[in-house]
C-alpha cells in the first residue's frame, strides 16, 4: 500500500479491540446483547421506565473497566505508536465506551457512543468524571440537583456526538482503517461508504472474522486485534522509514509514561 506520509488517517473502532484487554463485545458468543435486552438497558424509554435498571447495567460495566487486570492490549499501544508517528495525523473515532485508547496514550480520540468514565446532570447539562456507581441519588458535582444523572452514554435512539468532525476527518483521510467492529451499528457502519464515496482514501478492515462490511474495504487482515494491529502500524511504519527510529521513541515514551500505557 503506498500512502503519502502527509495523508490522514482515520481508525474506527469497535468493542473488538478491548476484547483482548478483558472486556466483553456485543455481539460474538459472550456478547453483552445475548445477555442483556437492548430495550431494557439501552434506550432512552429503559431509563425512564426502569433507571435503576439501567444504571445497573452501566455500574457494572463501570466497575469491570476499572478492574486493576483490565489495561491496554498490544493493539491500543500500537496506535498511540501510530499517532506518535505519523506525520500526517491519526485520528482514532471510538465507538468504544471504554477509556483504553487514552490509556494507552491516543491523544486524538472521538468517543462517538459516549464514555463510561463520564456522567451527564440532566438538570443543567455539566459532563463530569464519574468512576463510582450511579444511582438514584446522585448529586450533580456542577449544580448539586439529586437523582437526574446518567451514563454519558448514546442510547439506541440518540444522536452520536461529534459527527460533524468525523464527517470532515472522514472527508479529508487517506486512510481509513476499522478495527474490532461488527459493521451492525450505524452511521459507523456506514463510515466506509462515505469514504469511498469521496474516492480519495483507501480502506482497510482489521478484525476477527469478515464484518457485514467487510465487502466494501479494499483490503482486509483477519485475526485478533493484538497480532493484526501492531503487523499492519508496523507496515505502516516501514513504509516510511520511521519504524527503527521510532520503534525506539515508542519504548521511551512508555516507559516514561508508567506500566499501563
Ligand atoms: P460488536 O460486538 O458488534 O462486534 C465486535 C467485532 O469485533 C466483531 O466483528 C468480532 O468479530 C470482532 N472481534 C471480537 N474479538 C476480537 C479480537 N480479539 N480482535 C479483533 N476483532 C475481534 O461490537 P461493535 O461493532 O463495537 O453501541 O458494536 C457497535 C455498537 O453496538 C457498540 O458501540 C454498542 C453496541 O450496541 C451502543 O451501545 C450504542
Same mark, same amino acid.
Given at each position: 500500500m503506498r500512502l503519502s506520509p502527509e495523508g490522514l488517517i482515520v481508525v474506527l473502532t469497535g468493542a473488538g479491540i478491548s476484547a483482548e484487554s478483558g472486556l466483553r463485545t456485543f +455481539?460474538?458468543?459472550? $456478547?453483552?446483547w445475548y445477555e442483556f435486552r437492548i430495550e431494557e438497558v439501552a434506550t432512552p424509554e429503559a431509563f425512564a421506565r426502569d433507571p435503576a435498571k439501567v444504571l445497573d447495567f452501566y455500574n457494572q460495566r463501570r466497575r469491570g473497566l476499572l478492574a486493576p487486570e483490565v489495561r491496554p492490549n498490544a493493539a491500543h499501544l500500537a496506535l498511540a505508536r501510530l499517532e506518535r508517528s505519523w506525520p500526517g495525523g491519526v485520528l482514532v473515532v471510538t465507538?468504544? %465506551?471504554?477509556d483504553l485508547h487514552e490509556r494507552a496514550g !491516543?491523544? +486524538? %480520540?472521538? =468517543?462517538m457512543h459516549g464514555e463510561l468514565l463520564k456522567a451527564r446532570c440532566l438538570a443543567c447539562g455539566a459532563v463530569c468524571e464519574w468512576r463510582r456507581d450511579l444511582d438514584l441519588e446522585s448529586r450533580c458535582p456542577?449544580? $448539586?440537583? %439529586? $437523582? +437526574?444523572m446518567r451514563p454519558h452514554i448514546v442510547w439506541f435512539g440518540e444522536i452520536p456526538f461529534h459527527l460533524e468532525d468525523i464527517e470532515e476527518a472522514l472527508a479529508r483521510c487517506t486512510l481509513f482503517v476499522a478495527v474490532?467492529?461488527?459493521?451492525? %451499528?450505524?452511521p459507523a457502519a456506514g463510515f466506509v461508504d462515505r469514504v469511498k464515496a469521496l474516492g480519495r482514501a483507501c480502506t482497510v478492515e482489521l478484525n476477527l472474522e469478515p464484518s457485514a462490511? !467487510? =465487502?466494501?474495504?479494499?483490503d482486509r487482515r483477519y485475526g485478533p486485534a493484538t497480532r493484526v494491529v501492531p503487523a499492519f502500524v508496523e507496515e505502516l511504519l516501514a513504509e516510511i522509514g520511521g519504524s527503527r527510529e521510532q520503534q525506539g521513541s515508542a519504548v521511551r515514551d512508555r516507559r516514561s509514561r508508567g506500566p499501563d500505557r
Open positions: +455481539r460474538d458468543q459472550d $456478547g453483552l465507538q468504544n %465506551v471504554d !491516543s491523544r +486524538r %480520540v472521538l =468517543h456542577a449544580c $448539586g440537583t %439529586v $437523582g +437526574r474490532g467492529t461488527s459493521a451492525e %451499528v450505524y462490511k !467487510s =465487502h466494501c474495504f479494499d
